[in-house]
């Protein structure tokens, strides 16, 4: 039996959490056991609900800070409890405690870590046997950052079905979204990267030609308020944008979007995902040339989506209303999406793939830490 530990920077709606909620569950038993670490201590119920009713024990080793003692030692008495063969670290703060846990260790060896969803400055970080790149695009950036070759791995991301939420009234009401409101979804951490700002001057254009249209923004950050404020300003006496912050029903709610826009500079992925799952077109900020996007890998142009110039709001708002004059073409996208989300990007697919890869690292001579 092959145990991975899965250390989480968050377990909430970052890309690294969704990957560690759909791959622990879905290793296959009972050659694999998998557990989770949560670095955050915040972690939402709903996602620890998900993993312990699979099986997988979930676990708090709360980091105050890059140099936390208490934690690292919470975390290491995790480890030594579980003795992984295997540690898979999702994201830079998890990255930054195993880093820590290393150095306070006086370097000795750790059990072989897979990495994925790390930041450029952690890439070359020698504790890493593989990062795991979920498309071309990312691995460009792995090669530009010094990553040798051999020490990344492509692994197409996944996503989990999708069905139309069951209440769709009643979460409409919660959100203070009229009945018959059409909706343009949004989502992404509120910065400079998922370019939500686009998304509110694109939708100011094009909502004076649907007057039943609303726009929703998920998702918290540090430029959350100050958005806020720009988006007010801009909507004046018509004012459609609603901001419902982080949240544990993402699919649900895509379900029932009339379109999703994905407006990062870089990533998206599992927003363009998860709306393909929910048979929704996606109106992205992107290139189809495969290595300028990463989305080019998801997105099929003309077919599951479309692609709009990177920052090019006018065009975004365009295409949008275009297809929200043409609702037929729109389903057709959507179902097509549906369709690629399915046979291209399904769990069990992903599970199989992580697991050879854990195999081949635990295989490879390396000797793991006595951190007892």
Excluded at 244 to 251: I, K, M, S
Excluded at 284 to 310: C, H, K, Q
Excluded at 351 to 359: E, H
Aim: charged share 20%; aromatic share 6%.
């Amino acid at each position: 039996m092959t145990r991975v530990l899965y250390v989480a920077s968050d377990l909430g709606s970052s890309g690294p959490a969704k990957l560690v909620s759909l791959l622990a569950p879905a290793l296959p038993r009972p050659a694999f056991e998998a557990a989770v670490v949560d670095l955050t201590g915040g972690a939402s119920v709903t996602m620890v609900k998900r993993l312990r009713d699979a099986g997988v024990p979930c676990y708090d080793a709360a980091l105050r800070g890059v140099i936390d003692l208490r934690g690292l030692r919470n975390l290491r008495r995790v480890m030594t409890a579980f003795a992984p063969d295997v540690i898979h670290v999702g994201g830079t703060r998890a990255l930054q405690a195993m880093s820590g846990l290393w150095f306070a260790s006086l370097k000795s060896r750790l059990p072989p870590i897979v990495a994925s969803g790390i930041d450029a400055p952690l890439l070359g970080s020698p504790i890493v046997a593989r990062h795991v790149a979920p498309t071309l695009a990312e691995v460009w950036r792995l090669i530009v950052s010094g990553v040798p070759v051999e020490r990344f791995t492509i692994s197409d991301p996944a996503v989990a079905a999708c069905e139309p939420t069951p209440d769709a009234t009643g979460l409409r009401a919660t959100l203070g979204i009229p009945p018959a409101a059409r909706l343009v979804i949004a989502a992404g951490r509120f910065d400079s990267v998922a370019g939500l700002k686009s998304a509110v001057w694109a939708f100011d254009v094009v909502k004076y030609v649907a007057p039943d249209l609303h726009l929703i923004l998920v998702g918290d950050g540090p430029e959350r308020e100050r958005l806020e404020r720009f988006a007010k300003a801009l909507g004046f006496d018509d004012y459609r944008v609603h901001f419902v912050g982080t949240r544990d029903d993402v699919p649900e709610l895509l379900s029932l979007a009339e379109l999703v826009w994905v407006t990062h500079n870089v990533g998206g992925v599992n927003v363009a995902l998860e709306a393909m799952a929910a048979g929704k077109p996606v109106v992205a900020f992107g290139n189809s040339d495969r290595a300028n996007s990463d989305l080019a890998d998801i997105l099929v142009e003309g077919v599951t989506g479309r692609f709009v110039p990177y920052g090019d709001r006018v065009r975004l708002a365009a295409i949008s209303n275009e297809l929200l004059e043409a609702p037929e073409v729109a389903r057709a996208l959507g179902e097509a999406g549906r369709r690629r989300a399915i046979e291209h990007f399904g769990v069990d697919a992903m599970a199989s793939r992580f697991a050879s890869l854990y195999d081949e690292v635990v295989r490879t001579p390396r000797p793991a830490a006595d951190l007892r």
